[in-house]
């Protein structure tokens, strides 16, 4: 059981730019919003999933694309949002939505100064490798802003797949 479970979780910014149907063309970058996780996720069943960042290999192949091919699945466990979440600035976090085919779910948002990952402390430093301070890999479910799981891979995707989320709901 992770250190995590039951506590809540930080209240911190995340940006992303809401989906339109303009955004489809690649020639429209659309608008960064934020929201605070306190006052979005109270009352709400959420998954969190954290990538190192996005168009990267693994995040890309393996880790992202089953929690979008499972959203209907997640929704009808109760999960109200599905938020994929890297360092990654907002207009990146967009195209890269975009590519995988993603349009309003998951929604794809920027952990701002990976506050939300360093309050969990769940980061990786790929500074050496010239990315600086990253999220981690992992993937949480929050419910009415408790956690009610929390699996984070140093590697390969075990704890943090869709497939473990699922099984957690």
């Given at each position: 059981m992770s250190s995590l479970q039951g506590s809540t979780i930080p209240n911190t910014t995340f940006v992303y730019i809401p989906y339109s149907p303009e955004l489809a063309d690649k020639k429209t970058s659309g608008s960064p919003t934020s929201f605070q996780t306190h006052d979005r996720w109270k009352g709400k069943k959420v998954v969190i999933?954290?990538?190192p960042g996005a168009f990267t290999p693994t995040c890309t192949s393996k880790h992202v694309p089953p929690f979008i091919e499972k959203l209907d699945e997640l929704k009808s466990k109760g999960v109200d949002e599905l938020v994929v979440?890297?360092?990654n600035d907002?207009?990146?976090?967009?195209?890269?939505?975009?590519?995988?085919g993603?349009?309003?779910?998951?929604?794809?948002?920027?952990?701002?100064?990976?506050?939300?990952?360093?309050?969990?402390?769940?980061?990786?430093?790929?500074?050496?490798?010239?990315?600086?301070?990253?999220t981690g890999r992992y993937a949480m479910i929050v419910?009415?802003?408790?956690?009610?799981?929390?699996?984070?891979?140093?590697?390969e995707v075990q704890l943090s797949s869709a497939e473990t989320v699922l099984s957690k709901l």
């Open positions: 999933v954290a990538v979440i890297s360092a907002p207009f990146v976090q967009s195209a890269w939505g975009m590519s995988l993603a349009k309003e779910a998951p929604i794809f948002a920027q952990d701002l100064n990976v506050e939300f990952s360093k309050q969990i402390d769940a980061t990786l430093d790929l500074t050496q490798k010239g990315m600086g301070l990253r419910n009415d802003l408790k956690v009610d799981y929390f699996g984070r891979d140093p590697n």
